[in-house]
């Protein structure tokens, strides 16, 4: 899944989830996204907004034997990897403080991805910052 910040023509801001990246352009081809505020069709997506993505190596516990979708979620999931690769800047594990300086200080590095420790999220859930978490998965498996 990927979060976007739209903004349709009269200036209204909100967010939406797709399930891939090529889903936004599909939805708005087809007239079919609209916004939540005034119903306006003409979306586009607000790349104003600070767009962070934190990639969790330990979430993606699947069972390639009990889950019978696994390679669908598979697919789907290189997907999203492909999309933020090519994004989105890389900040490893200096992901958590790259995501406050933009929170706090405004800075001007909108994407980025990285990897946070259990202990940082709940850091940042408790100062209001919300993160994105995808699971990652390596491409050898
Ligand atoms: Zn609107």
Do not use: A
């Not at 209204?12 to 609209?34: G, M, T, V």
């Not at 999309?83 to 994407?111: C, L, P, R, T």
């Not at 990897?115 to 940082?120: D, P, R, S």
Request: aromatic share 10%; with cysteine; hydrophobic share 30%.
């Amino acid at each position: 899944m990927i979060k976007y910040n739209l903004k349709c023509n009269n200036n209204h801001e909100f967010e939406s989830w797709f399930s891939e990246s090529k889903e936004f352009e599909k939805l708005k081809n087809k007239k079919l996204l609209e916004c939540i505020f005034c119903g306006s069709n003409k979306i586009q997506k607000n790349i104003m907004s600070p767009n962070v993505v934190n990639v969790d190596r330990e979430t993606l516990n699947l069972d390639s034997k009990g889950h019978k979708d696994f390679n669908e979620i598979k697919k789907e999931l290189k997907k999203i990897k492909k999309f933020v690769e090519n994004n989105f800047k890389y900040v490893g594990n200096k992901f958590s403080q790259e995501v406050k300086d933009i929170h706090y200080n405004n800075k001007k590095e909108k994407n980025i991805y990285g990897t946070t420790t259990l202990k940082e999220r709940q850091e940042l859930k408790e100062e209001g910052i919300e993160l994105t978490t995808i699971p990652w998965i390596d491409e050898e498996n």
